[in-house]
């Protein structure tokens, strides 16, 4: 054994150990310390690390370090146009000499590849990525150790890579869990306290008698109550979501449309549902009240100037009835909104509903919008 290969081996397994420790010490992702870690190793150039997608048809550059790292990082190379597909089709690392190494697609314009070491980063029986280590053309060629250590180190990677997966996975389950505990003790105990409150205050309400001021005020607090039971339970379902619910749903949507709107509103817009609402919309209703809801939001964000915004989609008897409230300026100019309103008015007119829009109380507007089920 050579005095050059007793420093590459060396260095190798100097290399693989400063993987194992920033992993086990700071549980980041080890693919940067992977590159930077083989880029010394290797004495390279460049080196790059690449997942397979799922249907092993490109590799997408995940790291990338050394000469022309920004050219390459982040991009999608088809297998087949790349010295990857040798790597795939025998499972083995691969060495090619400057003569094979002209692989523009892979190695970006900044950088003219001569050596390079294609080394798979397995994952149990498959292999999930590739690292490859490439010099300059001009420089000395890897040696059949070189090839060998590398290897070696692509397989400890790999390793590596797999265990990041396997905390990350720990750590969702955890949130996972935490956040069901949050949802049931919302559920069991936060609603049906709110759910307590509002019967007691109806039964106030009602020894007061009927068009007693006290009473119409306590009874306007029994709907502010409702509101935020219908809130929490949006909530719920947020802490709970898309995991075990249809993320194409009506609710899941109309989440989506509220927080991408909220860079125009200012604010985000409060949410909230009632009712079965996903089991009753069929696909062209639900259509609808995603279009009514991302319009009505939109003329919020446009005109209203407001400081708060909210939604409320609830099942009601046969209906279905969304609506829209702000607290901005009003309706000072329908005509301005009138396009935006008639696309909406005619929206519930195709589910013989219809839509209003009036002054809310306290000021701004308040948008109704209903269609009946069918």
Do not use: Y
């Amino acid at each position: 054994m050579t005095v050059k290969h007793v420093d590459a081996g060396q260095r190798w397994l100097r290399a693989a150990a400063e993987i194992g420790s920033a992993l086990l010490s700071t549980g980041a992702d080890p693919m940067p310390a992977i590159a930077t870690s083989a880029l010394d190793a290797a004495a390279a150039d460049l080196v790059t690390v690449g997942l397979l997608t799922p249907d092993q048809r490109e590799i997408v550059v995940e790291i990338a370090v050394g000469e022309g790292a920004d050219d390459l990082l982040a991009q999608r190379l088809l297998v087949s146009d790349t010295a990857a597909a040798l790597v795939l089709d025998g499972g083995q690392a691969v060495l090619l000499a400057a003569a094979q190494a002209g692989d523009p697609a892979q190695f970006g314009p900044a950088l003219d590849p001569g050596p390079v070491l294609v080394l798979p980063l397995p994952a149990g029986a498959r292999v999930r990525g590739l690292l490859t280590v490439a010099r300059r053309r001009g420089r000395a060629a890897f040696s059949v150790d070189e090839l060998e250590l590398a290897a070696a180190f692509a397989t400890c990677a790999g390793v590596a890579l797999e265990l990041a997966d396997s905390r990350t996975a720990e750590k969702r389950l955890v949130l996972l869990e935490d956040r069901d505990r949050i949802a049931r003790d919302l559920h069991d105990h936060v609603i049906q306290e709110l759910f307590a409150i509002g019967l007691r205050l109806e039964s106030v309400a009602t020894g007061l008698g009927r068009g007693n001021s006290a009473a119409q005020k306590v009874s306007e607090r029994v709907e502010d109550i409702d509101r935020t039971i219908r809130r929490i339970r949006t909530t719920i379902f947020a802490l709970r979501g898309p995991l075990d619910l249809n993320t194409d749903g009506v609710r899941q949507q109309v989440i989506e449309i509220a927080s991408d709107l909220t860079p125009a509103l200012g604010f985000p817009a409060r949410v909230a549902f009632d009712g079965p609402v996903d089991l009753t919309a069929d696909p062209d209703l639900a259509d609808d009240i995603t279009a009514v809801v991302r319009e009505a939001l939109t003329n919020v964000a446009k005109h209203a100037r407001a400081s708060s915004a909210s939604v409320d989609v609830s099942v009601v008897a046969s209906e279905i009835v969304v609506i829209v409230e702000d607290d901005g300026v009003g309706l000072v100019d329908p005509q301005r909104h009138s396009g935006g309103l008639g696309n909406m008015r005619a929206r519930a007119e195709l589910h013989s509903g219809t839509m209003s829009v009036e002054p809310a109380t306290g000021g701004g507007t308040l948008l109704t919008w209903r269609a009946c089920l069918r």
